[in-house]
Every structure is written in structure tokens, then in C-alpha cells.
Nanobody, 123 residues
Framework: QLRLVESGGALVQPGGSLRLSCVPSGDHMFAYTFAWFRQAPGKEREGVSSIRSVGDVTDYADSVKGRFVITKDSDYTVHLQMNNVKSEDTAVYYC?????????????????WGQGTQVTVSS
């Protein structure tokens, strides 16, 4: 089991940028696939981006491709760089970690979750 702590959520104007961070703690962090999910009011949780344990292979939802970038530091801190944000990016963003993840943007693949951080895009 991992403990995940997110930070970086804020109010940002459309077209602006924001960087979210997720600090994991626990054992065997090298073996986990990490991901970001988001949930807007009245909507289901959706996968945003992921980074695999092997080769740091990344995956993105179509809605954020070309705007968001996921990275992982040597201490396994995971960042989500959000550029050119839009009002539809407004949501609570959650960091997740999972073992042997097959479908990287499926929430059921992940057993470890952070508490979430609020991102609001508004002028």
C-alpha cells in the first residue's frame, strides 16, 4: 500500500498553466503505475494521464493530449503539468497508484488513492 499526497490545485484563468504534484510514500514504489484522474461535479471520475513503472510509458485522455504532460521524478514524485487549461478542466484531481495495471486510465485498476486537489478554471 502507498500513501499519496497531492498538491498544486488552484484557481487559474482559461489559457493559463498549473502544475500538480503527487508525493508517494511506502514500499516498492518502483513497481507502481501512477495516474491522474479527475471528477467534476455531477460527472463520473475519468482518467486523465498515466505513467507506467517500466520505461515510464505515458498515456493521455484525448481531451488533454497536447496540453497536459505527466512526469515522474527519481523519488517517484509524479507531476501533471497542465497547459492551456479550459473551463472543462475544472474538477477535483486525484493521484492514483496501482500494481500490474493493464488498462492505464481505468479507475478500477488502481488500489491506492490520494485525497484530491481542486482545480478551478475560471476568469
Amino acid at each position: 500500500q502507498l500513501r499519496l499526497v497531492e498538491s498544486g490545485g488552484a484557481l487559474v484563468q482559461p489559457g493559463g498553466s498549473l502544475r500538480l504534484s503527487c508525493v508517494p510514500s511506502g514500499d516498492h514504489m518502483f513497481a507502481y503505475t501512477f495516474a491522474w484522474f479527475r471528477q467534476a461535479p455531477g460527472k463520473e471520475r475519468e482518467g486523465v494521464s498515466s505513467i507506467r513503472s517500466v520505461g515510464d510509458v505515458t498515456d493521455y485522455a484525448d481531451s488533454v493530449k497536447g496540453r497536459f504532460v505527466i512526469t515522474k521524478d527519481s523519488d517517484y514524485t509524479v507531476h501533471l503539468q497542465m497547459n492551456n487549461v479550459k473551463s472543462e478542466d475544472t474538477a477535483v484531481y486525484y493521484c492514483a497508484a496501482g500494481w500490474n495495471v493493464a488498462t492505464t486510465l481505468a479507475s478500477e485498476e488502481y488500489g491506492n488513492w490520494g485525497q484530491g486537489t481542486q482545480v478551478t478554471v475560471s476568469s
